[in-house]
């Protein structure tokens, strides 16, 4: 089967398309025919090697979240898989493949309706989305800024803190065509990267910022008293190493700082809020927003695109 795996740690021209055995399910494992393959954050923060400390090396399959079709299921699993299209988070690697290997835990089932495509745009964005704003202990009527929002992971925050009666959700965006579609999706103040913006509120409740990188701390400055921020996401690199002595400096203001992972939320709970996710977007409840479809082999593409900064939405990969 074709995948893709770095070759080099660094830019996209890293990255090759190469031919690996069709894997076998193992105990407590699915096989998933691939029909659609999310190209997300993570994927990019791994490719250019600022994870390779936690143990990645040369030869990674890229790739955390599939669509397609059980073809067969490893020991320990309910065989009525088989046939069924889902949804599966394969870990940190192992998605850009024509056929991935899932724990059966972590696999989702799909309404009829809703497409590969718009599965992988929303999954693990729409999960990382709710159990940040509860990580937050966001309640209706605060004021919400999603520091990076026109990725598929600051989309479905601003969707879900606008549902969730946010008294105000800003968003920081690039351009003003961006913040548009932002404002179309529940936003209701647009700013510029550095939180800049007209008549814009001037502090917030929560900050869900899913960047961090060298400006984070600046915008310990725009919490509210009792403010939190939590980091969702990495892609603009890692903070400065003494970030945390601005918050200390603003002792009196009594502001929270977090940083918020899926994998401290029980298996259950994620399929749980998952499935009810995909039905709400088969409902117009939710969009799922697909910025580009691409074949596998054009995966180095997707990442220059993500470097650039040109997706609104997530690349979607079809094998």
């Not at 939190?228 to 200390?248: E, K, N, S």
């Amino acid at each position: 089967m074709r995948a893709v795996v770095v070759r080099e740690f660094g830019g996209p021209e890293g990255m090759e398309v190469v031919d690996l055995a069709t894997p076998s399910p193992a105990k407590g494992q699915v096989l998933v025919e691939v029909e659609a393959t999310g190209v997300g954050g993570v994927d990019v923060v791994i490719r250019r090697g600022d994870l390779a400390a936690y143990g990645f090396r040369e030869g990674h399959v890229l790739g955390s979240e599939v669509a397609g079709t059980v073809t067969a299921v490893g020991d320990g699993v309910d065989t009525s898989w088989v046939g069924r299209r889902v949804w599966a988070h394969t870990g940190l690697g192992g998605g850009y493949v024509e056929h991935a290997v899932a724990a059966a835990e972590e696999v989702v089932a799909l309404p009829a309706d809703l497409s590969a495509a718009d599965a992988v745009a929303l999954g693990s964005a729409g999960l990382v989305a709710h159990f940040g704003l509860a990580h937050a202990r966001f309640a209706p009527g605060e004021s919400v800024l999603v520091r990076g929002a026109s990725g598929s992971l600051g989309i479905m925050t601003v969707q879900l803190a606008a549902q969730g009666g946010a008294g105000a959700v800003a968003v920081t965006a690039s351009s003003a065509e961006r913040g548009d579609r932002l404002r179309a999706l529940g936003a209701t103040h647009v700013l510029d990267r550095s939180g800049a913006g007209h008549d814009s509120p001037a502090a917030y409740d929560v900050i869900i910022d899913v960047v961090a990188g060298g400006d984070l701390p600046s915008f310990f400055d725009r919490l509210e008293p009792n403010g939190r921020m939590v980091v969702v996401g990495a892609v603009g690199g890692q903070p400065p190493d003494d970030f945390g002595t601005r918050i200390v400096a603003m002792f009196q203001k009594s502001l929270s700082f977090a940083t918020f992972s899926a994998n401290t939320v029980s298996e259950s709970d994620k399929r749980a809020v998952t499935a009810a996710q995909f039905a709400a977007v088969t409902r117009g409840e939710l969009s799922a927003v697909v910025h580009e479809r691409l074949p596998l082999e054009k995966a180095a593409l997707a990442h220059r695109k993500m470097d650039a900064g040109e997706v609104f939405g997530r690349i979607v990969l079809l094998p």
